[in-house]
């Protein structure tokens, strides 16, 4: 198994599932460096209260049916005691139910919180009707308000076709669209979205709650129609990833006001990171992609529509997978990168694999973990007391996750027959060129799939404040557990993570009172190295905070009359003054190829390979990269391509979520889709 990301982890956790699949397979995880967790890894920093320390903001979507799945079952065999520190599954994820989203409209950023009520927890099913319905809801109860407010247009403006529905007719409109087929609640929506349009929204388009409210409905009326008119019931929303969302949106008829303001349209671009090179002004998103990716987020979530982990996600998520996989029988070895896969003559094969042992271990293993609180936790660096020579290599702090080599070690070649039988490729993509060359070289599918898989470098920093969201320091206006987005350039994502300071060691104070943590894109061109990147992430949080953060945080003016942070709130050294306190917080460029947040453009999803289809034919395929039933850069995805890796290999697990019907029509082959229907 090379690489210790999500896709990577997953799989090993499926390949030992059973005390069967243990009897047949021996797993061996080979990661760079220290810690489990790729691009969702986190560390505690030893010599500074133990903060936790993200590579950005992660937060769990209720739809993450297989990634909820897989942390259940780890949870529940860890079997940790009651009374210690994320003791369960429920205790590691808490949820969120409120979405506070931002619209730019003429000048005025407007934000707006949506509460999405709770639902059962387990797998959703997609029905396209019963969406609709939950839309036409909503839709009807805010109509209905906005009515009592401005008066409904006089009745001899209606139609005729919807005043003969006679009394209370947009009403009874609703109640025949709740009924429809899609194609029917596709033509009646857009009817009396035209009606609506001209009657009652243009008059009142700088209304804020009016126009969201006509925003919803066109976005509605526009997906419903397209779907049918596109049969993308029958032909699945694969169909359409050729084409970009807006494009899609458009040709189905969306208004342009709608395309250029909506907040839940700029949500679903922020949260994908769908920005070719970062630049927020080239959006791409696949369209197919797109839709299901607000299907999923906003109609088959389960329990809430978002989590957040009780502890840095690798303290929640990869020390419990790790401490399970260890009393399995997995061996994780850490400091090892895999440098190049060596293929038969014929290129059927991986005969050798290159793997770099990055250091010497003085008693020839690596204890990863550290107590905190209670907690297993990764540190954010080595824990140099068990390497060979580790107080000369603490001086030299080498950075063991993006280096392949930094000590110059000796390689070491793995034989198939003698070291291994299968291979799983579970490193990031922009990487595969050099560690995968030959494949590259070998296998066309492969090498188109890499020429059509594009990445995003991404910015992140975290605050930690000596207010509270309701203090008049700050003036949060929204509910204190919401998730903020489709906020200012670039730094559009917003999260308050207070319930984390707890799990920190801070000595007792009263003036720590708030966590915050900040992520979006970042523009690559003319970033050539990580130092130069993070120097223009740290100017990009100075200007946010200066700039912006006002928006949303109204008290944070320093009061001198200019628009200046209150720099004086950040926690920070006594002798510091000014932005110097900046230096005492967090953030980050995530500038190396393995950092990098994988996208879905319109036009490629089509290239991404199954976990079996490598060309190799004991080479297999996981990550949030490989076609997986998202194709999207996310936990889910990663969870689920290692699920698909190892039943490609195994036949096990059986169930695995969101990989058939018409959200995700080209993630199985056909007869794996009806072999999944029938179980």
């Given at each position: 198994?090379?690489?210790?990301?999500?896709?990577?982890?997953?799989?090993?956790?499926?390949?030992?599932?059973?005390?069967?699949?243990?009897?047949?397979?021996?797993?061996?995880?080979?990661?760079?460096?220290?810690?489990?967790?790729?691009?969702?890894?986190?560390?505690?920093?030893?010599?500074?209260?133990?903060?936790?320390?993200?590579?950005?903001?992660?937060?769990?979507?209720?739809?993450?049916?297989?990634?909820?799945?897989?942390?259940?079952?780890?949870?529940?065999?860890?079997?940790?005691?009651?009374?210690?520190?994320?003791?369960?599954?429920?205790?590691?994820?808490?949820?969120?139910?409120?979405?506070?989203?931002?619209?730019?409209?003429?000048?005025?950023?407007?934000?707006?919180?949506?509460?999405?009520?709770?639902?059962?927890?387990?797998?959703?099913?997609?029905?396209?009707?019963?969406?609709?319905h939950e839309a036409a809801?909503?839709?009807?109860?805010?109509?209905?308000?906005?009515?009592?407010?401005?008066?409904?247009?006089?009745?001899?403006?209606?139609?005729?076709?919807?005043?003969?529905?006679?009394?209370?007719?947009?009403?009874?409109?609703?109640?025949?669209?709740?009924?429809?087929?899609?194609?029917?609640?596709?033509?009646?929506?857009?009817?009396?979205?035209?009606?609506?349009?001209?009657?009652?929204?243009?008059?009142?388009?700088?209304?804020?709650?009016?126009?969201?409210?006509?925003?919803?409905?066109?976005?509605?009326?526009?997906?419903?129609?397209?779907?049918?008119?596109?049969?993308?019931?029958?032909?699945?929303?694969?169909?359409?990833?050729?084409?970009?969302?807006?494009?899609?949106?458009?040709?189905?008829?969306?208004?342009?006001?709608i395309l250029e303001s909506?907040?839940?349209?700029?949500?679903?671009?922020?949260?994908?990171?769908?920005?070719?090179?970062?630049?927020?002004?080239?959006?791409?998103?696949?369209?197919?992609?797109?839709?299901?990716?607000?299907?999923?987020?906003?109609?088959?979530?389960?329990?809430?529509?978002?989590?957040?982990?009780?502890?840095?996600m690798g303290d929640t998520?990869?020390?419990?997978?790790?401490?399970?996989?260890?009393?399995?029988?997995?061996?994780?070895?850490?400091?090892?990168?895999?440098?190049?896969?060596?293929?038969?003559?014929?290129?059927?094969?991986?005969?050798?694999?290159?793997?770099?042992?990055?250091?010497?271990?003085?008693?020839?293993?690596?204890?990863?973990?550290?107590?905190?609180?209670?907690?297993?936790?990764?540190?954010?660096?080595?824990?140099?007391?068990?390497?060979?020579?580790?107080?000369?290599?603490?001086?030299?702090?080498?950075?063991?996750?993006?280096?392949?080599?930094?000590?110059?070690?000796?390689?070491?070649?793995?034989?198939?027959?003698?070291?291994?039988?299968?291979?799983?490729?579970?490193?990031?993509?922009?990487?595969?060129?050099?560690?995968?060359?030959?494949?590259?070289?070998?296998?066309?599918?492969?090498?188109?799939?890499?020429?059509?898989?594009?990445?995003?470098?991404?910015?992140?920093?975290?605050?930690?404040?000596?207010?509270?969201?309701?203090?008049?320091?700050?003036?949060?206006?929204?509910?204190?557990?919401?998730?903020?987005?489709?906020?200012?350039?670039?730094?559009?994502?917003?999260?308050?993570?207070?319930?984390?300071?707890?799990?920190?060691?801070?000595?007792?104070?009263?003036?720590?009172?708030?966590?915050?943590?900040?992520?979006?894109?970042?523009?690559?061109?003319?970033?050539?190295?990580?130092?130069?990147?993070?120097?223009?992430?740290?100017?990009?949080?100075?200007?946010?905070?200066?700039?912006?953060?006002?928006?949303?945080?109204?008290?944070?003016?320093?009061?001198?009359?200019?628009?200046?942070?209150?720099?004086?709130?950040?926690?920070?050294?006594?002798?510091?003054?000014?932005?110097?306190?900046?230096?005492?917080?967090?953030?980050?460029?995530?500038?190396?190829?393995?950092?990098?947040?994988?996208?879905?453009?319109?036009?490629?999803?089509?290239?991404?390979?199954?976990?079996?289809?490598?060309?190799?034919?004991?080479?297999?395929?996981?990550?949030?990269?490989?076609?997986?039933?998202?194709?999207?850069?996310?936990?889910?995805?990663?969870?689920?391509?290692?699920?698909?890796?190892?039943?490609?290999?195994?036949?096990?697990?059986?169930?695995?979520?969101?990989?058939?019907?018409?959200?995700?029509?080209?993630?199985?082959?056909?007869?794996?889709?009806?072999?999944?229907?029938?179980?």
């Amino acid at each position: 198994m090379l690489g210790g990301g999500v896709a990577g982890v997953t799989a090993a956790f499926e390949l030992s599932a059973t005390p069967e699949l243990r009897e047949r397979y021996q797993v061996t995880l080979y990661t760079p460096g220290w810690r489990l967790g790729g691009k969702g890894a986190s560390g505690r920093q030893r010599d500074d209260h133990d903060r936790i320390l993200e590579h950005g903001l992660h937060i769990w979507f209720g739809c993450y049916d297989n990634a909820f799945s897989v942390m259940q079952r780890c949870y529940a065999e860890l079997g940790r005691p009651a009374s210690a520190p994320l003791a369960t599954w429920e205790d590691a994820f808490k949820p969120a139910d409120d979405v506070v989203l931002y619209e730019r409209w003429k000048d005025r950023w407007i934000g707006r919180q949506l509460t999405f009520p709770r639902k059962p927890f387990g797998p959703g099913q997609p029905q396209l009707a019963d969406m609709i319905h939950e839309a036409a809801a909503w839709l009807e109860r805010e109509w209905r308000a906005l009515r009592d407010e401005h008066g409904e247009p006089p009745r001899h403006l209606l139609p005729h076709w919807l005043r003969d529905l006679g009394a209370d007719a947009v009403e009874h409109l609703f109640a025949l669209i709740a009924r429809a087929d899609e194609g029917e609640a596709g033509r009646l929506l857009r009817g009396f979205e035209d009606w609506v349009w001209e009657h009652f929204v243009q008059p009142r388009i700088d209304d804020d709650r009016v126009r969201f409210w006509f925003g919803t409905l066109d976005l509605l009326a526009t997906s419903v129609h397209g779907i049918a008119a596109d049969d993308l019931l029958g032909r699945g929303l694969a169909a359409v990833n050729d084409e970009e969302l807006g494009d899609w949106l458009r040709r189905h008829g969306a208004r342009e006001e709608i395309l250029e303001s909506s907040p839940i349209l700029r949500g679903l671009y922020d949260g994908a990171f769908a920005y070719e090179d970062g630049d927020k002004s080239r959006p791409n998103n696949a369209a197919g992609k797109g839709l299901q990716d607000l299907i999923r987020a906003v109609f088959l979530y389960r329990g809430a529509i978002l989590f957040k982990m009780q502890a840095g996600m690798g303290d929640t998520v990869f020390a419990p997978m790790y401490e399970v996989l260890r009393a399995r029988g997995v061996e994780v070895a850490f400091f090892h990168w895999a440098s190049r896969l060596g293929l038969s003559d014929d290129g059927a094969l991986v005969d050798e694999i290159e793997v770099i042992p990055q250091v010497g271990l003085r008693d020839g293993t690596y204890d990863p973990l550290y107590d905190v609180k209670g907690l297993p936790c990764w540190p954010s660096e080595p824990l140099y007391e068990q390497l060979e020579d580790g107080d000369r290599i603490r001086a030299s702090q080498p950075d063991f996750e993006h280096i392949a080599n930094p000590l110059g070690r000796k390689p070491r070649v793995l034989r198939r027959g003698k070291d291994f039988d299968d291979v799983v490729l579970a490193i990031p993509p922009d990487l595969h060129r050099e560690v995968a060359g030959e494949v590259v070289a070998r296998h066309k599918a492969f090498a188109s799939m890499l020429d059509h898989t594009h990445s995003v470098m991404t910015q992140a920093f975290q605050l930690w404040i000596d207010r509270s969201l309701g203090d008049p320091g700050l003036d949060w206006p929204y509910q204190a557990n919401s998730i903020m987005s489709a906020y200012v350039e670039p730094l559009d994502t917003y999260c308050n993570m207070t319930h984390l300071i707890p799990r920190e060691d801070w000595p007792q104070r009263d003036d720590l009172l708030d966590l915050a943590y900040f992520v979006g894109v970042i523009p690559s061109k003319g970033l050539d190295s990580w130092d130069q990147a993070n120097a223009h992430a740290r100017r990009n949080a100075i200007a946010f905070l200066n700039g912006d953060a006002g928006g949303f945080w109204p008290g944070a003016d320093d009061g001198t009359g200019i628009k200046h942070f209150d720099w004086r709130y950040l926690i920070a050294p006594d002798g510091a003054h000014g932005e110097a306190r900046f230096e005492a917080q967090y953030w980050r460029a995530n500038f190396p190829a393995a950092e990098r947040y994988v996208t879905t453009f319109a036009g490629t999803p089509q290239y991404r390979l199954r976990a079996d289809e490598s060309g190799v034919a004991n080479l297999y395929l996981a990550g949030d990269w490989t076609k997986n039933g998202l194709d999207a850069g996310c936990v889910e995805a990663a969870v689920t391509s290692g699920m698909l890796c190892s039943r490609a290999m195994t036949g096990q697990p059986t169930e695995i979520a969101g990989i058939g019907g018409w959200l995700a029509s080209d993630a199985i082959r056909p007869e794996d889709e009806l072999t999944a229907s029938a179980r």
